[in-house]
């Protein structure tokens, strides 16, 4: 497995031309592949893609800089923690799992985030319409309703906001964190039968996101997730409770890093 420097991340980070013409970039950034996880209308078409973009509300021109400075998603100017797609109607949930936010949160808007054991992530989207149709705790199967695609909090107009969030306390300093994920990624991990309960796999997947969007891995950190939208204590429990329903009772440990903020993983393992 090759690996990369960290000043080499942040040679990659600050060059426009390359974020422009990798391929890498435009294989993981362009397709449907987070309808794997999750269901909404067939004929929506993506509006925007993670990574720099300028603010559609404000205007203001990305922030490469203060991205690879320690920001984070969500806070980073012009960095779009997800995938947004021109959309309106139901969305559905595609898997099983137990909803772990449900609820009105400041500029997100009403939001949904959903916890599907079989892949240890969570499923996610901002800016939902009124009216919840399900409370945290409650369990979800395929074909369940999550919300109704809207426009509440920061938006232009309704759509889905989606992303795919996966836990590490091993890639940013040791910090318990929730990370945004490359959704085509995620899914082409899931496809080649990635264990994605192993800590290992799910920090290279961290690491490979940051090389495709060229920012250091700090910047794909989701910090409300865990501890402000939902406490850790509540997480841990109903995860442990979907875990359980779903039939996962073990879990490899969590591997640690002497230095992991030089992990980093370019290519396929």
């Known amino acids: 497995m090759s690996r990369i420097s960290l000043s080499s991340l942040f040679l990659l980070a600050s060059s426009a ?8 970039m435009a294989q993981t950034s362009n397709g449907n592949s987070i309808r794997d996880f999750v269901e909404f209308s067939p004929n929506a078409l993506k509006k925007s893609p993670m990574g720099y973009r300028t603010d559609p509300v404000t205007g203001k ?6 991205a690879n400075m320690g920001g984070n998603c969500g806070t980073i100017v012009g960095f779009h923690c997800g995938e947004d797609y021109a959309a309106s109607g139901a ?9 772990i936010a449900s609820q009105r949160y400041s500029q997100a808007g009403n939001v949904v985030f959903q916890y599907m054991p079989q892949y240890s992530a969570v499923i996610a989207n901002f800016h939902c319409a009124n009216g919840l149709p399900n409370k945290v705790g409650d369990f979800v199967n395929a074909g369940d309703d999550l919300c109704t695609l809207g426009s509440t909090g920061k938006s232009t107009g309704t759509h889905a906001h989606l992303e795919i969030q996966i836990e590490s306390q091993t890639v940013f300093s040791g910090t318990r964190m929730m990370y945004s994920v490359l959704p085509n990624l995620f899914a082409e991990y899931v496809a080649r039968g990635e264990n994605m309960h192993d800590q290992k796999v799910k920090d290279e997947l961290i690491n490979e996101s940051a090389l495709n969007l060229y920012v250091i891995p700090s910047a794909l ?19 442990s409770s979907a875990d359980a329903r779903y039939g996962i009772t073990a879990k490899p440990p969590m591997q640690r890093y002497a230095n992991p903020i030089n992990y980093y993983t370019l290519g396929k393992p």
């Open 17 to 24: 031309s390359l974020a422009l013409t990798s391929p890498a």
């Open 61 to 66: 021109k990305p922030d490469k800089a203060k």
């Open 91 to 99: 969305l559905k949930a595609k898997k099983f799992g137990v909803m």
């Open 221 to 239: 950190r989701r910090p409300n997730t865990l501890g402000s939208i939902v406490s850790y204590e509540t997480y841990d429990s109903l995860k």
